[in-house]
């Protein structure tokens, strides 16, 4: 699993023209309230807030 990073040779070889499937994709961020921080165990913030819109408007 990618952080959803390619290589360089995959950005090189990729096929400008086709698609590339996204499978998995990793979030990492820190404390920095308002922005991210975690709450109850659930992390929140305006940062997450905007990740989440941007996700749901990509339909995943």
Aim: with cysteine; charged share 25%; glycine share 6%.
């Amino acid at each position: 699993m990618t952080a959803g990073c390619l290589s360089e040779r995959e950005v090189e070889s990729a096929d400008t023209n086709s698609t590339l499937e996204l499978t998995s994709l990793t979030y990492y961020t820190e404390q920095l309230p308002p922005y991210n921080y975690q709450e109850n165990g659930t992390v929140k913030g305006l940062s997450v807030d905007l990740l989440e819109a941007i996700t749901e408007k990509n339909g995943e």
